[in-house]
């Protein structure tokens, strides 16, 4: 990077965020004891916060997104079973095919440009015959909310109960990947458990936009808990005084979550600045939440490479594709300094 820039502005992801003050002192003066033992009050008070909040009767807390889903889908699908989910989802893209690995069954991608939720038609045709000699028993369908490679688009509460209601109406169970529940609920005015009304059980990320430094909560039924415990141990994510980060959890829920419309808004002017800059596509009417998808002239890895060198960090999402994301660690007039330093930074590329 340039010397002379005194600031990177980081816009990785929402996870890059670092816990602040108060957040550590709500650690620090966190109760603890030994969860696998179920005795750490901290995880419990948040398991239970995260459930009501979602409209579910029980919480599990996880050390991360990745082994939530996985979870989800090893306690409500059987090995050789067959596991329904858009082709452009976190669990397709990013998870290292755990779920083939681990929970051993088969992942059937569907292409849901709506937000990865598909409809009722595209769900209905991919209905398997009742033939065990030949086709694998569909038992689970994972939606995500917002879409992460789908630009952090939202699907309506209408379209996803649409989704599930099809989905149940064919024996199958339904489990959404809310690792930003809260953006979505933000974008469409909603409250989370409106949206978590259509899932038997979602995951719900609170290392991405509220700003902890680790964990994710499972939520569902009580049955359900009682299967994923199970799993949750045996992936070795069975956690001992976890409360100090569980504390995390429950400061970012109070005091992070309402501020997610902030992100938003700074994507928007993100994505308004960045439509002007030669070299860059994006349409800022289709930001729904914090994260932008930039359309490149040039090879990505090249526009990673300048921007990096002008002190602005994204990643890449194709080979002519940059994601950047909003997050609690960048300010508005960041936004606007990053983005005049990729107008600098491309011009001529
Ligand atoms: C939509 C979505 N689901 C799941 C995950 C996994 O979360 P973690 O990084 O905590 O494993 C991510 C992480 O970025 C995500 O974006």
């Given at each position: ?7 990177v502005?980081d ?9 602040g003050?108060?957040m550590?002192?709500a ?6 004891g ?10 419990r ?6 459930a ?5 009767q ?10 939530s889903n ?5 306690a409500?699908a ?13 669990v397709v893209?990013?998870e ?29 045709a991919?209905?398997?015959?009742a ?10 369908l ?9 630009g952090?688009s939202v ?20 489990h ?12 469409l005015?909603?409250q989370?458990?409106?949206?978590a009304?259509?899932?038997d059980?979602?995951?719900f990320?609170?290392s ?16 359900a808990?009682?299967?994923?415990h ?5 992936l070795?994510?069975g956690?001992?005084q ?11 829920l ?10 938003h808004?700074?994507a928007?002017r ?7 800059i030669p ?20 090879p ?15 990643v ?16 508005a007039e960041?936004?606007t300094?990053?983005a ?7 011009s001529?590329?």
């Amino acid at each position: 990077m340039d010397e002379t820039l005194d600031q990177v502005i980081d816009l990785r992801s929402d996870t890059v965020t670092r816990p602040g003050a108060e957040m550590r002192r709500a650690m620090a003066a966190a109760e603890v004891g030994d969860d696998v033992y179920g005795e750490d009050p901290s995880i419990r008070q948040l398991e239970e916060r995260v459930a009501e909040l979602l409209g579910k009767q029980s919480g599990l807390f996880c050390p991360s997104g990745t082994m939530s889903n996985l979870i989800a889908i090893a306690a409500q699908a059987d090995r050789g079973q067959e596991v329904w989910v858009d082709c452009e989802s976190h669990v397709v893209h990013y998870e290292l095919a755990g779920s083939a690995v681990i929970a051993g069954v088969q992942l059937r991608a569907f292409d849901a440009p709506n937000a990865g939720c598909p409809t009722s038609a595209q769900l209905l045709a991919m209905q398997r015959l009742a033939d065990p000699a030949h086709e694998p028993e569909a038992t689970l369908l994972c939606l995500e909310q917002t879409h992460n490679r789908r630009g952090g688009s939202v699907a309506s509460v209408a379209d996803l109960a649409e989704a599930a209601d099809t989905a149940h109406g064919m024996g199958m169970r339904v489990h959404l990947d809310g690792a930003r529940l809260g953006n979505a609920a933000v974008a469409l005015g909603v409250q989370m458990r409106e949206l978590a009304d259509c899932a038997d059980s979602l995951s719900f990320s609170l290392s991405k936009g509220l700003g902890c430094p680790v964990g994710s909560v499972w939520v569902g039924s009580h049955d359900a808990r009682a299967r994923a415990h199970i799993w949750r141990k045996r992936l070795g994510g069975g956690m001992r005084q976890a409360g100090i980060l569980a504390a995390a959890g429950l400061w970012a829920l109070g005091h992070q979550l309402p501020r997610l419309g902030e992100d938003h808004a700074n994507a928007k002017r993100f994505a308004q600045l960045a439509a002007d800059i030669p070299g860059l596509e994006v349409d800022p009417a289709r930001v729904a939440t914090n994260i932008v998808l930039l359309q490149t002239a040039a090879p990505a890895d090249e526009v990673l490479a300048r921007a990096e060198r002008a002190g602005v960090l994204m990643v890449a999402f194709g080979p002519h594709t940059v994601r950047a994301v909003t997050h609690l660690d960048v300010s508005a007039e960041q936004i606007t300094e990053a983005a005049a330093r990729l107008h600098s930074a491309l011009s001529g590329a």
